[in-house]
């Protein structure tokens, strides 16, 4: 199961924490992700972090968010600084078996709202 928290409405510039909880699974053994999908778009990937710590990043929020993993609570963070309106979205956390690809878990989203 993984679960999503810490969405809210915030102002341009704010910043957000959410977290990813998992359980059920050997968290370790996952590769994970955060994507967001905003309304008449399709769902794009935001950040990635492997088992090993890898991380990756699309161009658009470089700098500003941060992906870390917390192997020990089953946990996945998406630190998010300086939020733009363009940000506003439903972030779903994602988690990929390294070893068995085709294993895959999305959790049910959490919605971020970037406005004045």
């Known amino acids: 199961q993984v679960v999503e928290s810490g969405g809210a409405l915030v102002h341009p510039g704010g910043s957000l924490r959410l977290s990813c909880a998992c359980s059920?699974?050997?968290?370790?053994?996952?590769?994970m992700a955060w994507y967001r999908q905003a309304p008449g778009k399709q769902r794009e990937l935001v950040a990635e972090?492997?088992?090993?710590?890898?991380?990756f990043y699309v161009d658009s929020v470089k700098g500003r968010f941060t992906i870390s993993r917390d192997n020990a609570k089953s946990m996945a963070y998406l630190q998010m600084n300086n939020l733009k309106p363009e940000d506003t979205a439903r972030y779903y956390c994602?988690?990929?078996?390294?070893?068995?690809?085709?294993?895959?878990?999305w959790g049910q989203g959490t919605q971020v709202t970037v406005s004045s």
């Open positions: 972090i492997t088992r090993i710590d890898r991380t």
């Open positions: 059920g699974i050997t968290f370790s053994n996952y590769n």
């Open positions: 994602y988690a990929n078996n390294y070893v068995a690809s085709s294993v895959e878990y």
